[in-house]
């Protein structure tokens, strides 16, 4: 039987995966059509934010649209509500892991997972593809508010190989890396780890890249690795200082099929 903690891992796999396999790029609405694309593959991730751990898990991967609505693994569900040729704005709801107890940091508290409700916008000139989205949490134990953007540029090297590269970064209050980075009276009690209290804001860099080779023009594989980096408070935090990494990595293969 499938653990939380591998439930968990899949989940945050498949949201980098859609961040970088389909790169979100706002369409003309397909009217009463739904279009899909379907996958699977493998990838390797840090067991938690901010781990020095690495695990192999599965990632399936499903996206949907009708029209104006999406369902996307990085964005959530959406509407879009402004919709021209490159700029698209939209409500959505996605979902955001909290903090589980495995590994180093199994004697602290769990932090539950959150649903998210935000505003996503993302512009699309020519090869380049900008998304920046607010969001906040509307349960769970996550609190705050989350900004997160990249940019990319996107191209082909031959008429089958497709590519995409650019940076990322994620910014989020007080009470966001308070959730997750710190350590309380009694979790320091119960681990050896000294007690923590954020009280800056919480900071990722990323470099990302995508290569993917399209079979037919519904087959295609793609190879994805993403190097992040956490700044500030998030940083010093003993469970990255002392034992995690501020710097993480992730990689994928994922074959999918689209229809």
């Known amino acids: 039987m499938m653990t939380r903690k591998q439930l968990v891992a899949i989940v945050l796999s498949v949201f980098s995966v859609g961040a970088l396999a389909q790169g979100n790029e706002p369409e003309v609405p397909s009217g009463d059509e739904w279009r899909f694309t379907l996958g699977a593959g493998a990838g390797i991730a840090p067991e938690y934010r901010g781990a020095d751990t690495y695990e192999a898990i599965p990632i399936p991967f499903v996206e949907a649209r009708l029209g104006r609505l999406f ?117 320091a009690a119960r681990s050896g780890l000294d007690a923590y209290n954020p009280d800056g804001a919480f900071l990722r860099a990323s470099l990302n890249g995508r290569l993917t080779y399209h079979f037919t023009r519904e087959w295609s594989v793609s190879s994805i690795a993403r190097y992040s980096r956490l700044f500030g408070d998030a940083a010093d935090s003993p469970i990255v200082k002392d034992v995690g990494d501020a710097n993480q990595w992730f990689g994928s293969l994922l074959m999918s099929y689209s229809f």
């Open 71 to 187: 369902i996307n693994p990085i964005t959530g569900i959406g509407w879009q509500v402004v919709q021209t040729e490159q700029l698209t704005i939209s409500p959505v709801i996605s979902y955001e892991r909290g903090r589980d107890d495995v590994g180093d940091i199994s004697d602290l508290e769990k932090v539950d997972d959150s649903a998210m409700a935000g505003v996503l916008l993302s512009w699309t000139p020519g090869p380049w593809q900008f998304n920046t989205e607010l969001a906040t949490p509307v349960g769970g134990d996550l609190e705050g508010v989350r900004l997160r953007s990249y940019l990319r540029y996107r191209g082909r090297l031959t008429e089958q190989l497709s590519y995409g590269f650019g940076p990322g970064a994620t910014w989020a209050n007080e009470k966001w890396n308070d959730a997750l980075f710190s350590v309380s009276d009694e979790g």
